[in-house]
């Protein structure tokens, strides 16, 4: 029996890859062949071609490399479907958001996160409402099996920590703050002459916040302080300046976030949206959102489902709070589950499944029109790019040099034996 084939791109492997997996176990019982790529490398623009698939479902159609190889593939019968790895937008950013500078005509079927995706899809994009279907996102079906999660127990083990300590945790979000002139102009839309004035803001926000961080580290000793790091962030500057008299303070950068939050008794964010995936995790848990020096518009939300917290004698009267056993108020979890139900459509474990279903669905129609496969010279390019870089023991898809200048970019993107490993695992346990 002839079975069509999907292929699934990973953007994060710490954020997005398990839920990818889940998503493949579901499309793997109705029958399809599925395999997952990784979303940097340009051997997977090869290996994509060559696989052949009928449906290929993408992060992001903003990528200029992935929206023009979906079209490319598109003109061979494939099926392109977005499932967005980002989807939560703050007030401030919802009018720039979902697409609208790029055009979605193209794009076959769209997975919405909820009613507040699919509105603003509709307000700025150019897709059709028929082609938007909300399920949820898959990688969240996680947070409702804990047993994909690291307990406590073993988290502290594989860290050498006290479990018997509680753990508050701190997620970060100064990228800007090392970002080049061309980082600058693609993330804000604006001329270089910026670039000194963004990254200037950035580096004294992320001073501020690290030094706070430190301080409540040496304040609270028996406190265990975890700094997870936001993957587009570099980890050098927090790993240079930590004092060396806090040793219940870690810095983190290769750890899912799902891990850190699961067993965390206060999550400090900066303006976060793992703040929401915290609630998902445990909607009676305490978030403080510090970010110094920002508008309130920009984070209303984390003022209504948590603390907003300016400088380090509120935030630390706020830990002091929650740690003594008071309770979010009724306020704030209300907030909190108007929130998910608006974003999320459903939080019960069964968004893979919808989405599996949304995708059989657009296969049907799906018909690969073999007599034009053929191999265009840039496949040819890249094999041969490929071939010299293995010669060369040059790493996939990535110069030394640049290896060397972007190793936190790298570390965010999976392997295809990294991808084997962790789907050999989620199988066994599923």
Not at 391 to 407: G, M, N, T
């Amino acid at each position: 029996m002839f079975k069509k084939k999907i292929a699934l791109i990973c953007a994060n492997k710490l954020r997005d890859l398990d839920g990818l997996i889940y998503l493949k176990f579901k499309l793997e019982k109705k029958g399809y062949i599925v395999q997952i790529f990784n979303f940097a490398s340009h051997s997977n623009f090869v290996d994509i071609f060559y696989f052949a698939p009928h449906i290929l479902v993408i992060p992001t159609i903003l990528e200029k490399s992935m929206r023009e190889f979906s079209k490319f593939l598109k003109n061979y019968g494939t099926k392109i479907i977005e499932l967005k790895s980002e989807g939560l937008f703050s007030e401030r950013d919802e009018e720039e958001g979902y697409n609208k500078f790029e055009d979605s005509s193209f794009l076959d079927g769209e997975i919405a996160w909820g009613t507040r995706m699919k509105s603003g899809l509709l307000k700025n994009s150019n897709l059709q409402e028929k082609k938007i279907f909300i399920c949820g996102h898959p990688r969240f079906d996680i947070y409702t099996k804990k047993r994909f999660h690291l307990s406590k127990e073993n988290f502290c083990k594989k860290y050498d920590l006290n479990k018997k300590n509680k753990i508050i945790s701190c997620a970060t979000g100064f990228a800007p703050a090392d970002f080049t002139k061309k980082q600058i102009k693609k993330a804000y839309n604006k001329s270089n002459s910026n670039l000194y004035l963004i990254t200037k803001k950035y580096k004294i926000l992320r001073a501020k916040f690290f030094y706070s961080i430190t301080k409540l580290a040496k304040e609270f000793p028996k406190i265990i302080f975890i700094i997870k790091i936001h993957p587009y962030e570099s980890s050098k500057f927090y790993i240079q300046n930590k004092p060396k008299d806090t040793k219940n303070l870690i810095i983190l950068k290769k750890e899912k976030i799902g891990n850190i939050i699961s067993f965390t008794d206060i999550f400090i964010h900066t303006n976060s949206t793992s703040s929401v995936e915290a609630w998902l995790h445990n909607l009676y848990m305490p978030t403080i959102s510090f970010y110094p020096d920002v508008s309130k518009k920009m984070l209303i939300e984390s003022i209504g489902g948590g603390d907003f917290i300016e400088n380090y004698e509120c935030l630390k009267e706020r830990v002091m709070h929650y740690l003594t056993g008071n309770l979010i108020s009724e306020v704030k979890l209300n907030f909190r589950k108007n929130f998910i139900k608006k974003n999320f459509y459903k939080i019960d474990g069964k968004s893979s499944e919808r989405a599996a279903n949304v995708i059989d669905k657009i296969a049907i129609t799906a018909r690969l029109n073999s007599k034009k496969l053929k191999i265009p010279f840039f496949i040819h390019f890249l094999k041969f790019k490929l071939l010299i870089r293995k010669v060369l023991k040059i790493p996939e898809d990535r110069s030394l040099l640049f290896l060397k200048k972007h190793k936190d970019y790298w570390d965010r993107i999976a392997t295809n034996k990294e991808i084997l490993d962790r789907e050999e695992l989620l199988g066994k346990i599923s």
